[in-house]
């Protein structure tokens, strides 16, 4: 891989495995895209391997037939032949679709943040693994921009505090799991999991790696650390001897290497005076002091203060006295190795301390963060003296027996405010900038083990949240429409969350209660969302469900309530008002005995984990696809209010689990596929398979998703054995098509991707399986989610003005004209329209005969002169099945909401205001069973634009 702002590629061609994960950890040099330096060996980026490297893939093999594919097309390994559509002229585009695609992908932002590492299973242990960049003016506007860097997945990110934006170091071909910052705050060193993982030490600025220092650690490297000079670095891995590696980096020697303990090494620290050429090491059951000139080490003494325990985090107080924080709850104070003093159960179990200029500042497990004054209290009976049982008996209320006060009553709880349904609280990562020399006002840096990042201010008792993201793994995106940037995610911390790719940050959450398999929602606004759950429970909701549990500004903390020792010398709980809140929550019973924030709908429908829910393309269907092989239909029924399934079909005959659905455009056809390589087609409502492919070679299908079907045939390996590519996904206009696959990687390729030899443009950021991928309905953004991860990552598109791919006839609908012949005013004022409204313009392509398409020939009827009468009233066909999910004063309101603050007299006419307000209607689909009530809302609308007008103009 190589390193830069878009990430390097892999070569597919040469000697990749299929199987998915095994070529980790490896590296190599692509031909030209990594030079050596000479006399270092270091890997530096290729300036052209920025755009994501062309990858060339093995041929497919083909059946074609003489009259241009009438027989089926085999490929590896797909169990079933798939025909290509008679309008499809392959020869006449060969040589143009075995070409890469002109458009290009960039990380736009990279939703989560690795708070917590639990590879072992049983002992998670605290990353501290954020920091302060030194402010600096990059923008020349007089202000310094403060940054902080941290790692996700395989990625290390620097973010601008103040405006979002993040810069990315790509370095990395697995997870990172460590990471530390020089002290000239121009370079940070990281390391990642791997056979023989590197330590990579890069540019904060040019994101360029600088050295590369590998070989000298197996399974991962778990900690890093600079001297105060800059000149050396310690790392520590995470073999049987947990081996600790002292470097003279710039010189690239080892000056020596030693066992560092039986048990995992979680920090390291040098002392902050170089001349005292000391540096700790500390993690379970241990705290190593060691000589860099020797290097040997001495096991710290805990004395008369406590037993040996657990440390996840060192600082140092001054250059004479160290700080560590034990599980146990105790910040003990070390001299000369020996401890000296402690913080008697400052938390339930400290997870970091760190020592500021307003004081020691420290998190614990129970969510609370509080700055502890340094000097010894003189007041607590106890101060100085042993601790024992009834040490908790005391006359100072700030100290509560604990030999050291908080300060200003500095104690906080993290957990009282929260970021798209993650709480902000219990910490893992702390940092300040006066480790760098720099007044940090109160001000610390805090990564929390539910993925979030942010800034919180110790001294007025608030936080900024800067970054949130999932606690569990991330298995499902799906697109939120219409002509939409914002995204639906679901993972196994039960939680849907709603994102903004404007604001860059989750904008709604729903508590499912129940591990998030799968999720899809329909094509309208205010639309449902479909979950399905490992349980094999399936769950409906509405998109007004999401509660917006983030603030994009300084939020105030809760005071905590500083819990007291007991006679028995133990820590004594005291719930926060945050925490009894939380509990609380859930305690209101909603209709039919359930949760107050139940689901629409909410029933176990099957034994076995949903796989896949995709509503149809009318919003009149749910398919449901289940691990035990069997899709079941339900159709749609009731109002917004008492929204009810009932299944109309039980589709069997697939041999394995179920992957992936997509709708035709009518609904009618349904095209599955299973974990066994097979793709099948079947007639809606009925649920009867339809073995006659051949015959429905030209049906119109709503999304790509199936990842076996005509259009990706060459996205596979000829010898792949069908688990390389997990997910696959079209632009609305058919022009690019994008895969997910079990290396790492997002792949770019030229719609449809039927050459003999086609080739596609690379992308990493994921440390391992991407499970999910998909366009935005605007088709400006991807979106990629990757598993255990917890990573979401916004790919921007970057378009070639001259590659619009091959559209299918009669398919795809304008989305801005909505099929209606619009002045070129009338086009611009709805542009600026869309840019201030909430809703980013109007819907996805529908056909022709659907209510957008109904209400964009109004909109060209209307500019054309016709009479309401004439157009409003016109007869218009629909189905005695069709069903709606919402009623005419949902829809009505949310028009109203959506014009409110438009201003209809620089629309120059009435009729021009009518062609603008029913463009905007016709990006919803639209909810009414009757065409009369559908014509009554459209009116009130337009009259109460021309109320609005100015009189000339009504």
């Not at 060691?290 to 805990?302: D, E, I």
């Not at 999932?470 to 639906?488: D, E, K, T």
Request: hydrophobic content about 35%; glycine content about 10%.
């Amino acid at each position: 891989r190589m390193s830069g702002r878009l990430g390097g590629t892999r070569d597919r061609s040469g000697g990749a495995s299929s199987g998915g994960g095994s070529q980790h950890g490896s590296r190599w040099d692509d031909g030209g895209g990594m030079s050596s330096m000479k006399g270092v060996g270091t890997k530096m980026l290729d300036p052209e391997g920025l755009q994501g490297r062309v990858i060339k893939t093995r041929p497919r093999r083909r059946v074609d037939g003489e009259d241009g594919g009438q027989e089926a097309i085999k490929f590896a390994p797909s169990r079933t032949g798939v025909y290509l559509p008679s309008w499809f002229d392959y020869y006449a585009v060969q040589k143009e679709l075995n070409e890469p695609p002109k458009s290009s992908l960039e990380v736009d932002f990279i939703h989560g943040y690795h708070g917590l590492d639990t590879r072992d299973g049983t002992r998670a242990r605290p990353l501290n693994n954020v920091f302060f960049l030194p402010p600096e003016d990059d923008d020349g506007d007089g202000v310094d921009d403060i940054e902080l860097v941290y790692f996700i997945a395989a990625t290390c990110v620097v973010i601008n505090r103040d405006t979002l934006a993040q810069r990315f170091y790509f370095g990395h071909d697995d997870d990172v799991s460590s990471l530390c910052i020089h002290p000239s705050g121009k370079m940070c060193a990281s390391g990642q999991l791997g056979k023989k993982p590197p330590v990579l030490i890069w540019d904060v600025n040019t994101m360029e790696t600088v050295m590369d220092l590998s070989g000298h650690h197996a399974a991962a490297v778990s900690t890093l650390a600079f001297s105060p000079s800059g000149k050396y670095l310690v790392s520590v891995g995470e073999d049987s001897s947990h081996t600790v590696c002292v470097f003279d980096w710039q010189n690239r020697v080892k000056l020596f290497d030693a066992k560092g303990f039986g048990d995992k090494v979680l920090c390291a620290v040098f002392n902050p005076v170089p001349e005292k050429e000391e540096f700790l090491t500390a993690g379970h059951k241990h705290l190593k002091v060691w000589n860099l000139t020797s290097g040997k080490s001495q096991m710290a003494s805990h004395g008369k203060l406590g037993s040996t325990t657990s440390n996840y985090c060192l600082t140092y107080a001054d250059p004479d006295h160290f700080l560590a924080a034990c599980k146990s709850g105790d910040i003990m104070v070390y001299k000369g190795g020996v401890a000296v003093d402690k913080v008697e159960k400052a938390h339930k179990s400290v997870l970091c301390v760190l020592n500021c200029q307003e004081g020691w500042v420290s998190v614990g497990r129970e969510g609370n963060i509080g700055v502890w004054d340094a000097a010894k209290c003189g007041t607590c009976r106890g101060a100085g003296q042993k601790s024992m049982p009834g040490y908790g008996v005391m006359s100072c209320p700030d100290c509560l027996g604990r030999r050291h006060c908080i300060v200003d009553n500095r104690y906080f709880s993290l957990s009282s405010i929260s970021a798209g349904g993650c709480c902000l609280g219990p910490a893992t990562a702390l940092d300040c900038t006066c480790r760098m020399g720099i007044a940090c006002d109160g001000i610390v840096a805090v990564g929390s083990k539910d993925g979030c990042v942010a800034c919180v201010d110790t001294v007025e008792g608030r936080a900024l949240i800067l970054v949130t993201g999932h606690c569990g793994p991330l298995q499902a995106v799906c697109p939120v429409g219409p002509r939409s940037h914002n995204f639906i995610t679901g993972s196994h911390d039960h939680k849907l969350r709603k994102w903004s790719v404007a604001e860059r940050r989750c904008i709604g959450v729903i508590d499912t209660h129940e591990v998030v398999r799968s999720v899809h929602c329909t094509a309208e606004w205010g639309g449902l969302v479909a979950a399905g759950h490992t349980n094999g429970k399936l769950s409906v909701w509405h998109m007004n469900d999401f509660s917006d549990e983030a603030s994009p500004d300084w939020s105030d903390l809760e005071d905590a309530i500083l819990p007291t020792i007991g006679t028995d010398g133990k820590w004594k709980s005291t719930p926060s008002v945050a925490m009894s809140k939380k509990k609380n929550s859930q305690v209101g019973k909603g209709r039919k005995g359930k949760w107050a924030d139940e689901a629409l709908y909410s029933n176990a429908v099957r034994a076995e984990e949903i796989d896949a829910v995709k509503f149809s393309f009318d919003g009149l269907y749910l398919a449901v696809g289940c691990r035990d092989n069997v899709i079941d239909v339900y159709a749609i029924e009731g109002n917004i209010e008492d929204v009810h399934l009932s299944r109309v079909a039980s589709c069997r005959g697939h041999s394995s689990f179920i992957i992936n659905m997509d709708w035709s455009f009518d609904s009618k056809i349904l095209r599955t596929t299973d974990g066994a390589h097979e793709m099948l087609l079947w007639n809606i409502p009925s649920g009867r398979r339809n073995p006659q492919t051949q015959d429905l070679r030209d049906v119109k299908f709503a999304t790509t998703s199936c990842e076996l079907n005509w259009e990706v045939v060459g996205v596979w390996l000829e010898d792949s054995d069908g688990t390389d590519i997990n997910k696959v996904s079209s632009s609305s206009k058919k022009g690019l098509l994008v895969t997910a696959d079990d290396f790492g990687d997002v792949n770019l390729f030229r719609w449809p991707v039927v050459g003999e030899n086609p080739k596609c443009k690379n992308y990493v950021g994921h440390s391992s399986h991407v499970l999910d991928v998909c366009f935005s309905t605007s088709d400006k953004y991807i979106a990629s989610v990757g598993g255990p991860e917890k990573s979401l990552i916004i790919w921007k598109v970057d378009y070639d003005p001259s590659e619009q791919g091959l559209i299918e006839p009669d398919q795809v609908i304008d989305p801005v004209e909505l099929g209606a012949s619009a002045s070129a005013a009338a086009a611009e004022e709805y542009d600026l329209i869309a840019q201030e409204l909430p809703v980013e313009g109007s819907s996805p392509a529908r056909p022709a005969s659907s209510p957008a398409g109904r209400l964009g020939r109004m909109a060209r009827n209307v500019e054309e002169g016709l009479s309401s009468s004439q157009v409003l009233h016109s007869p218009v066909r629909r189905s005695s099945q069709s069903v709606r999910t919402s009623g005419g004063r949902l829809f009505e309101e949310d028009m109203q909401s959506r014009i409110g603050s438009v201003a209809p007299q620089s629309f120059g006419g009435a009729c021009m205001e009518a062609s603008v307000i029913l463009k905007l209607a016709a990006s919803v689909l639209v909810p009414f069973t009757d065409v009369s009530k559908e014509t009554e809302v459209i009116m009130r609308l337009v009259r109460r634009l021309q109320n609005k007008a100015t009189s000339a103009d009504a």
